[in-house]
C-alpha cells in the first residue's frame, strides 16, 4: 500500500500563487502515475493534473491547463503541484492520489492523501 499526505493549501487572493506537495510512503515502487484532483462543496470531485511517477510526463485538465504545473521528485517520493493565476472558481480541497498514467477519473485512482484546502478569494 501508498501512504499519502499532501501539504501547502492556504488562503491566497485571486491572481496569487500556492504550491502543494503530496508525500509518498511504503510501496511507492508500484506507483504508475500521481494525480491531482480537487472537490468543490456539493461538486463531484473533479481531475486536475497527473505526472508520470518514472518519467516526467505530466497532463492537464483544460480548465487548468497553462496556470497548473504538475512535476515530481523521485529522490523525496513527493509531487508537486504549483498553482498560478489562481481565481476564486479554484477553490476546492485538494487531494494527490496513485493511479494508472492517462486516467482522468477519479474511479481509477487509490491510495488517496487527506487533502488540503485551497481558498481563493476575490
Known amino acids: 500500500q501508498v501512504q499519502l499526505v499532501e501539504s501547502g493549501g492556504g488562503l491566497v487572493q485571486a491572481g496569487g500563487s500556492l504550491r502543494l506537495s503530496c508525500a509518498a510512503s511504503?510501496?511507492?515502487?508500484?506507483?504508475?502515475?500521481m494525480g491531482w484532483f480537487r472537490q468543490a462543496p456539493g461538486k463531484e470531485r473533479e481531475f486536475v493534473a497527473a505526472?508520470?511517477?518514472?518519467?516526467?510526463?505530466?497532463y492537464y485538465a483544460d480548465s487548468v491547463k497553462g496556470r497548473y504545473t504538475a512535476s515530481r521528485d523521485n529522490a523525496k517520493n513527493t509531487v508537486y503541484l504549483q498553482m498560478n493565476s489562481l481565481k476564486p472558481d479554484d477553490t476546492a480541497v485538494y487531494y494527490c492520489?496513485?493511479?494508472?498514467?492517462?486516467?482522468?477519473?477519479?474511479?481509477?485512482?487509490?491510495?488517496w492523501g487527506q487533502g488540503t484546502q485551497v481558498t481563493v478569494s476575490s
Open positions: 492520489a496513485a493511479g494508472p498514467y492517462g486516467s482522468r477519473s477519479y474511479k481509477y485512482f487509490d491510495s
Open positions: 511504503g510501496r511507492t515502487f508500484n506507483i504508475d502515475a
Open positions: 505526472v508520470s511517477w518514472r518519467g516526467s510526463s505530466t
